[in-house]
């Protein structure tokens, strides 16, 4: 990983910066029966221009779906690399800072971090303390390694609710770009018809047509192309479900 961030800023590692900032999660504490969301943020950042980010995770109880950098809350910054490894229990961002000099304040959830049960229990959520001898968490416009504190959340997964309804929950992330996940509940055996309309009703994609589903708790990705494989443009849209005789919908943002 040093390597990367190496080639990416061209500069070398040297002596360790007097500054310190930190790193928190937010919630601390949820409970959840199925997915939840965790904000990152950074506070007493100083001529920061690379951000290492590692996260562990209890793989054995939740699994990261999506990791959402919001842009607008680090100025400048683009994110360099992404690397998710459920497997491991783990995942790891690089954001680098595209103009020169560094970036120096504070950035309120700029990473919106999704996860999903896989079985009921507790789960630490924990950012990897920075080593200065392997991968920096953060690196100034020098190339110097900058001391940062970090943080660890909970989440406690509880068992599954019955399934009595058919219904549509909130597809996540949202806004979203490049791809979503529709979650929907099956109550009984039925045909399921799951599509997307913008806001002038016109169908955009026929995500699910008519395939038969048993009770249970079902997902459908979205990568926001319509049905000729062009990407949707910026936006809102409506994504309409049918099964066991009830049609429900709910609102997707795709933020481009």
């Known amino acids: 990983m040093l390597k990367k961030l190496t080639i990416a800023i061209a500069v070398t590692l040297s002596s360790t ?3 310190s900032a930190s790193f928190t999660l937010s919630p601390h504490s949820q409970e959840t029966h199925r997915t939840c969301t965790i904000d990152v943020s950074a506070q007493n950042l100083v001529d920061v221009r690379g951000i290492d980010l590692e996260i562990t995770f209890d793989k054995s109880v939740v ?7 919001v842009k607008n809350t680090l100025p400048g910054f683009a994110e360099f690399y992404r690397k998710i490894d459920n497997k491991a229990g783990s995942f790891e961002v690089v954001l680098l800072k595209q103009a020169s000099g560094g970036y120096s304040g504070h950035a309120k959830s700029f990473l919106v971090l999704t996860f999903e049960e896989v079985s009921s229990g507790a789960a630490h959520i924990r950012i990897k303390e920075s080593h200065r ?82 009770i249970g708790r079902w997902e459908q990705k979205w990568d ?27 609102k997707l943002v795709i933020l481009r």
């Open 133 to 214: 001898s392997s991968s920096p968490l953060l690196i100034d416009h020098a190339g110097s390694s900058i001391e940062a504190t970090v943080d660890t959340a909970l989440v406690n997964a509880g068992p599954m609710p019955a399934l009595t309804v058919a219904r549509l929950h909130q597809n996540y992330p949202n806004p979203f770009n490049p791809l979503t996940t529709i979650v929907f509940d099956v109550s009984s055996r039925s045909p399921v018809h799951l599509k997307i309309f913008d806001v002038n009703g016109r169908l955009v994609r026929v995500l699910i047509d008519g395939t038969e589903y048993g």
């Open 63 to 69: 699994s990261c779906s999506s990791v959402q950098f």
């Open 224 to 250: 926001g192309k319509n049905d000729e494989g062009a990407l949707a443009q910026s936006g809102v849209y409506l994504c309409v479900y049918e099964a066991c005789g009830r049609r429900t919908s709910t």
């Open 17 to 19: 910066s007097a500054f």
